[in-house]
């Protein structure tokens, strides 16, 4: 079983540079649906035998974060009469090179750090140190409110990821509250855009600038 | 009995939510504080409380926290049905049962001893607050919304990250995988140092956001000057005290792996640093409820400080909590009052206060003079505790900064304070139709009344769970 995580983190990181590099909107959605899709098989995997909880939790992530909640951004953009780009303050290169720098951090970071690799995947907290770097660089550098959703989607993934060392110290209870909150808050966050482009006919948190010093 | 706290306002909410009509669903919310305020009294005075197999427990430390965001909360629901009585064009179902269900989710987090379970209430509380940011639908308080969720969301995020370091550093050294508090507290000098040092630092930017301590504050000026004054004090006094007692379970474990020397160079630095901030900040600033914001960024670096220095200041700190709260229902409120009567909350319009609203003008010089730290008021006394505590640690340079930044604040708040409340109210103003009433001016001269007896007189029961408190916070059980 063990011998499947490496090679799905690797498409994870794969993707976070997709969602980075991507111009369209909308393939940055679908390269985070696809990471929620892939969390939801991680699960499945970490755990080695499937119990009833663990198969519950993987559809529940896979459903949640590959499915419904894509589904709300895509709603989002349709609904919302924007273009479909993604409008970064730093350039597709420059991110790229900067999604690289992360991930090249990450891993040396997680080098200090003392981690047993017993029966997981030596790159779990590289994963997920440098997908939580990659949801930093999406929030700060896309001007689109959809787009830093994204960023902050793909920094949960990377937290999410980070909680499968931890399968047996998180109860599914409270796995599945962190899920529902991430529902909430996207849910709510979506109520907000939506209102952001009827207020000021655009999505482009530059026009929330009136509120400083 | 641990059910009850919290379910009772959440099962309030959904009645709030269900209830057609508008003009009494407002009375369920002081109905709710009532309720909660009795049940804390009967928590904290019976039988030791837990429930869960000790996921939520309430301890000394809670007793403190629950009794006084309870009262904190009960006295602002007493303000709210005359508020929204002020509001009929709107319907006020979401912000009646997001209060309500704030007040249980807040409940949630006091209580909860599992630190994953604590950090689902937490992000429920910024989910739940949401909404009643945005009560205005301006322009101006989306704006506002927008970024106190994306803020907060994703500081709670690095917070989770850092809840996972810490469960990881048990397993790591071959322990049972737990998220327990109590067996955290009771495992943590086996705990691998680096990522017990990593997980909390991320816990206190990720919960320090939440808190609004300086340089993760962006959001909260804007947050509190857009909000009602309602919501601010709730969110200056409830939230804000959440978040506090998030980062004081984290110390605990971290003092008990014999990192307290690790944890209080930060405290110390951030508290001062977020002092350095909101006085940077806070001269001429012409907003007076943004100003409330900065004072609030000020006090949360000054009880980060009190846990980082330590022994009698672990005492001031706890003290402090309450005293600020109370004095932030009375500046919030009263300021919401005074941004009704003159439809602007901008220094350059707002003049002669004292004349205009006879009971909400010298409250809100009243509350600056105690939030500032002038005797008698209740934050004098605190302040002063603390200040000793950092004298007889033998930090004399750090006292010192202390009182220079409590003295330019103090100059800065003075400023727009007084331009508020002095001279002659502009004739825009006296043509508003608000005057003052007495259910909009009662809960802000309880609150009053509490700050300054507070300063005045500390009640021996109050002293001792204070004491308890900080035992149980230095040093294990008492």
Redesign the interface.
């Known amino acids: 079983m063990n011998k499947f995580i490496d090679p799905i983190l690797v498409l994870v990181l794969l993707l976070n540079f997709v969602a980075l590099g991507a111009s369209r909107m909308r393939t940055v959605i679908q390269a985070v649906a696809v990471q929620g899709m892939l969390l939801g098989i991680l699960i499945a995997l970490a755990h080695g035998h499937l119990i009833f909880w663990v198969a519950m939790m993987a559809l529940a992530t896979i459903f949640l974060k590959g499915v419904v909640i894509p589904r709300m951004l895509f709603d989002a953009i349709r609904d919302v009469v924007i273009r479909r780009e993604v409008e970064p303050i730093v350039g597709f290169i420059a991110s790229l090179f900067l999604g690289a720098v992360g991930t090249g951090l990450a891993v040396l970071f997680s080098r200090?750090?003392?981690?047993?690799h017993g029966e997981m995947g030596s790159l779990i907290v590289p994963a997920?140190l440098s997908t939580?770097l990659t949801g930093?660089l999406m929030?700060t550098t896309r001007t689109k409110?959809i787009t830093?959703v994204v960023g902050?989607l793909i920094?949960?993934n990377?937290?999410f990821i980070?909680?499968m060392?931890?399968m047996?110290?998180?109860?599914f209870?409270?796995e599945l509250?962190?899920l529902?909150?991430l529902f909430?808050?996207i849910f709510?966050?979506g109520i907000?855009i939506h209102?952001?482009s009827r207020?000021?006919s655009s999505v482009s948190?530059q026009m929330?600038?009136?509120?400083k010093? | 009995m641990a059910w009850f706290l919290f379910l009772v306002p959440l099962l309030l909410a959904g009645v709030a939510a269900a209830i057609p009509t508008n003009r009494w669903r407002p009375w369920l919310v002081p109905m709710g504080g009532l309720a909660h305020l009795c049940l804390t009294g009967l928590a904290v005075a019976g039988t030791p409380v837990t429930a869960l197999k000790g996921w939520l427990v309430l301890d000394p430390l809670s007793v403190v926290v629950l009794g006084f965001v309870s009262t904190m909360f009960f006295l602002c629901s007493l303000y709210a049905p005359a508020y929204l009585a002020l509001r009929p064009d709107r319907s006020n179902r979401v912000f009646c049962a997001c209060l309500l269900a704030m007040l249980g989710m807040m409940t949630l987090v006091i209580l909860a001893h599992?630190l994953?379970?604590m950090?689902?209430a937490i992000?429920?509380t910024?989910?739940a607050t949401?909404?009643l940011l945005?009560f205005n639908h301006t322009?101006?308080s989306?704006?506002?919304?927008?970024?106190y969720?994306?803020i907060g969301?994703?500081g709670i995020?690095l917070a989770?990250?850092g809840t996972?370091?810490l469960?990881?550093s048990?397993?790591?050294e071959g322990l049972e995988?737990?998220?327990l508090l109590d067996d955290l507290v009771h495992l943590a000098p086996k705990l691998?140092p680096?990522?017990l040092h990593?997980a909390f630092v991320l816990l206190l930017v990720g919960y320090g956001t939440k808190m609004g301590l300086a340089p993760m504050h962006t959001w909260k000026?804007?947050a509190y000057?857009?909000a009602p004054g309602l919501v601010g004090a709730l969110l200056a006094g409830g939230v804000t005290s959440c978040a506090f007692l998030a980062i004081l379970r984290f110390y605990q474990i971290c003092r008990n792996a014999q990192e307290a020397a690790f944890a209080r160079e930060i405290l110390i630095f951030i508290g001062l640093f977020s002092m350095a901030v909101a006085a940077v900040?806070v001269i001429r600033q012409r907003d007076f409820k943004r100003m409330l914001a900065y004072s609030s960024v000020e006090h949360m670096g000054i009880l980060v400080l009190g846990i980082g220095i330590g022994g009698v200041a672990t005492f001031g700190a706890l003290l402090h909590m309450i005293t600020n709260g109370l004095t932030k229902g009375v500046m919030f409120l009263s300021a919401g009052n005074i941004h009704r009567a003159y439809d602007s909350k901008n220094t350059d319009d707002v003049h002669g206060a004292l004349h205009r609203l006879p009971i909400s003008g010298p409250l809100f010089l009243a509350g600056f003079l105690m939030v500032t730290g002038s005797p008698p008021g209740g934050p004098f006394i605190s302040e002063f505790t603390i200040l000793i505590g950092t004298i007889h640690a033998g930090k004399y340079f750090i006292a010192g900064l202390f009182l220079t930044l409590l003295a330019i604040v103090f100059i800065g708040m003075g400023a727009t304070v007084l331009r508020v409340v002095q001279g002659v109210p502009s004739d825009k103003a006296v043509a508003t139709p608000y005057r003052d009433r007495p259910q909009l001016v009662i809960p802000i001269l309880m609150f009053f009344v509490l700050a300054l007896a507070l300063g005045v007189w500390i009640p021996n029961p109050l002293v001792t769970h204070l004491r308890q408190a900080a035992a149980y916070l230095e040093g294990g059980h008492p």
């Not at chain 1, 047996?168 to 109860?171: F, G, R």
């Not at chain 2, 989306?142 to 970024?147: D, G, I, N, R, Y």
């Open positions: 200090t750090l003392p981690i047993d997920a939580v930093f929030l409110a830093q902050y920094l949960e990377g937290v980070f909680g060392l931890l047996e110290a998180v109860p209870l409270v509250g962190v529902l909150d909430v808050a709510v966050m907000i209102k952001i207020e000021f948190t929330l600038s009136e509120l010093e | 599992h994953g379970l950090w689902v992000e429920a910024t989910l949401a909404p945005f322009s101006r989306l704006e506002a919304t927008w970024k969720l994306l969301s994703v995020a989770l990250l996972f370091f469960a990881y048990s397993i790591h995988p737990t998220l691998s680096p990522w990593a000026p804007d000057g857009e900040f």
